[in-house]
């Protein structure tokens, strides 16, 4: 097993702070406000994400929702509708896809005016930039728009946005491409491929990590508890995301992933999606569907199952609708990426308490980087809850609410990773276990890892009702500021996972993911390259120059002639105040396990030059340690804090700074990292807000 350390700053970066020790659990200690050990706000504002030592960290959730989280749209009427007598499906149908026929510009809302329509069929939304609307969700039909479902058929979906498609990931262009990272760390956004040539910014890509018996075997088969093991080829890890930047083989993209890729388990590869069948811009607002069924039988199921569905649609919404009476779920998502279902509610469903059945708010496979906020959920077995397994990432519910829950919101099977559960409450429970990140065992189909690399964060239910939260092999949960009996006891034996400040108020910031949307959307950061680079060599080399060397390599050691130190000089051109500065390097360990830790100095002298500076000419540092960071594993983004420095700079009237990286410890690897001439084109950068 490999061993990081890593501290990791908002977007993907590693933040420095010093933590010595192991890291293990931490106590959160009373005090007023509090933050968590994991994650939390430095001086300057900026997020720092504590990683454990097999490098796993809280991710960063604040890509979730409609375009990343933004306001949604509101659409211009072009269509409206009344209610008649008798079924009112084919009239309702014509209009939107009237409006779906319209030049792309032209299209926008079907509006359904106050009343009751009664709709015997399936309302289907087939196009992008179609939104169907109605005057309310209220239950009075004379201010509200009511979709009063009949019929037996229980199997039907009310309303369907998009379609379903057992894979719609599967259309390719071109060829498949190799992951040559050898670790791409949970919170990732870069990696190195084989051949970077066939992608290009703006590209839409499906990231892979093979469902391989060498992860099998290291996630323990699944952790199914007796029942039959995971099979290899079943649960592949996929990610749907955009490209943002590509720097020799080099490629960022636009949201993290959720889970380690491991090359030494599967080897991870990345094609261009073709986007067959997409639907985009679309949405459902401001509906009452509420299915008819035997109001004398509670465990009638010949009715609709779904009030509404979206499928292979991405940046839609659902918002301002309620959904009463299904079988299996209010609204329900699968192959939905970037999308908000906000101020939903979904209530009373009618069948038999029993599984498959009241997944009131259900996210299925290649559902990923989805915002339900502000949903209510009643009487549902689990009312919030991920049942897609591998290919479900990214979901955030948002001050969501459970109401006489009959089992616990979760991730319910399969490794489904990424799920933050933000100010969730359950105030009424009706069975014991409330919410579950945790092993399920031989439960359902071999359930085993229902959720990973999960958070719950500042959520709340009665005391004696559980919040389960246990560590899965090669992964992680969190419960971070938690009320109720917050524990890791479940219903499988496995290792608590991270558990801090149960039933202690005053968690800062109250939000995880409106705190890391607000910071990456409300802190852009300067890029200023490095106008020079150098390390220079103790002992025998001391007086030879390194500069234009490709490299930066640091190591300390007892012996002078091993001992390496890294010299930057950067500009501030165009700055003319700071908020926060840091400096970035791509760097890696040549071997090893054991990290290195790096601090940086300031150097007062900028008067050196890449060209000719040496062990013996290098211009002593500033005496104050300005941070210092641990160094781990491969290649990877690593940030120093430089603020005070670069603040004190500028105040002087300087515009250019100079800074020294040396070695903490004595240790045999060396870190090595990415001059400003390595043809990878991501060497030092200074960041400045």
């Not at 510009?105 to 930039?129: H, Q």
Request: glycine fraction near 12%.
């Amino acid at each position: 097993m490999r061993r990081r350390v890593f501290l990791w700053g908002a977007g993907g970066g590693l933040a420095a702070v010093a933590v010595a020790g192991a890291v293990g659990d931490v106590a959160a200690q009373p005090r007023e406000a509090w933050s968590s050990a994991w994650l939390w706000r430095d001086a300057s504002g900026a997020l720092v994400y504590r990683s454990d030592l097999e490098g796993n960290r809280i991710p960063d959730f604040g890509y979730a929702g409609y375009r990343y989280g933004a306001p949604l749209p509101v659409r211009p009427v072009v269509r409206r509708v009344g209610p008649v007598a008798g079924d009112n499906t084919a009239r309702i149908q014509d209009a939107i896809d009237e409006v779906s026929a319209l030049p792309r510009a032209e299209r926008g809302c079907v509006l359904l005016a106050p009343g009751t329509y009664e709709v015997r069929g399936v309302l289907d939304i087939r196009a992008s930039g179609v939104v169907l609307r109605g005057a309310g969700d209220g239950a009075d039909p004379a201010t509200n728009t009511v979709l009063r479902a009949t019929g037996t058929d229980p199997e039907r979906t009310v309303v369907r946005l998009g379609a379903y498609t057992a894979n719609p990931w599967s259309g390719r262009i071109g060829e498949r491409v190799d992951v040559t990272t050898d670790f791409v760390p949970v919170g990732a956004r870069t990696f190195r491929v084989i051949d970077a040539s066939g992608l290009a910014v703006g590209h839409n890509i499906v990231i892979e990590h093979p469902c391989t018996q060498a992860w099998l075997d290291a996630v323990d088969g699944g952790g199914t508890a007796g029942s039959p093991p995971w099979q290899p080829g079943a649960h592949p890890l996929r990610y749907n995301r955009f490209v943002t930047a590509v720097t020799g083989d080099v490629v960022s993209i636009d949201a993290p992933v959720f889970n380690h890729l491991d090359r030494g388990l599967a080897q991870s590869f990345v094609y261009r999606w073709d986007r067959a069948g997409l639907i985009t811009e679309s949405g459902i607002e401001s509906l009452r569907v509420d299915i008819a069924h035997d109001t004398g039988n509670p465990q009638d199921e010949n009715h609709a199952r779904n009030a509404i569905r979206l499928g292979n649609a991405q940046d839609c919404w659902v918002r301002d609708c309620t959904t009463l009476h299904f079988s299996l779920s209010g609204i329900q998502t699968d192959g939905t990426t970037r999308s908000t279902i906000q101020n939903c509610k979904a209530l009373d469903p009618v069948s038999v308490v029993e599984g498959g059945k009241r997944y009131n708010f259900g996210c299925w496979p290649h559902s990923q980087q989805l915002l339900f906020v502000d949903c209510v959920a009643s009487h549902g077995r689990h009312a919030y809850v991920s049942n897609g397994t591998s290919t479900v990432s990214g979901v955030v519910f948002l001050d969501c609410v459970s109401q006489h829950n009959l089992a616990a919101s979760e991730g319910h099977r399969r490794w489904s990773q990424g799920l933050l559960f933000d100010g969730f409450r359950e105030p009424s429970p009706d069975r014991e276990a409330v919410l579950g990140l945790h092993n399920r065992g031989n439960y359902g189909t071999s359930h085993g890892w229902g959720a990973v690399h999960s958070v719950a964060w500042n959520c709340a239910t009665p005391v004696g009702h559980h919040i389960v939260v246990q560590k899965p092999p090669t992964a992680q949960n969190w419960a971070i500021g938690c009320a109720g009996t917050v524990t890791g006891d479940g219903p499988f034996d496995q290792p608590a996972g991270r558990i801090e400040g149960a039933n202690q108020a005053d968690l800062t910031p109250v939000s995880l993911y409106r705190a890391q949307r607000e910071y990456r959307v409300g802190t852009p950061y300067r890029h200023h390259g490095c106008m020079a680079d150098a390390y220079v060599r103790g002992g025998a080399y001391r007086t030879r120059n390194f500069g234009g060397a490709g490299e930066l390599l640091i190591k300390e050691s007892e012996s002078a002639d091993v001992r390496r130190q890294v010299y930057l000089k950067f500009t501030l051109a165009g700055e003319t105040s700071v908020r926060v500065a840091r400096l970035r390097l791509n760097a890696g360990m040549t071997s090893g396990t054991t990290a290195l830790w790096v601090g940086v100095h300031g150097v007062p002298d900028t008067g050196w030059s890449e060209s000719a500076i040496t062990w013996d000419t290098r211009p002593a540092p500033d005496a104050r340690l300005l941070s210092s960071n641990p160094v781990a594993g491969p290649a990877a983004a690593f940030e120093w804090d430089v603020t005070g420095w670069v603040r004190a700079e500028l105040a002087a009237g300087r515009r250019t700074v100079s800074f020294v990286l040396v070695g903490r410890s004595a240790q045999v690897p060396v870190v090595v990292a990415d001059s400003r001439t390595t043809a990878t084109g991501i060497g030092p950068r200074l960041l400045v807000s």
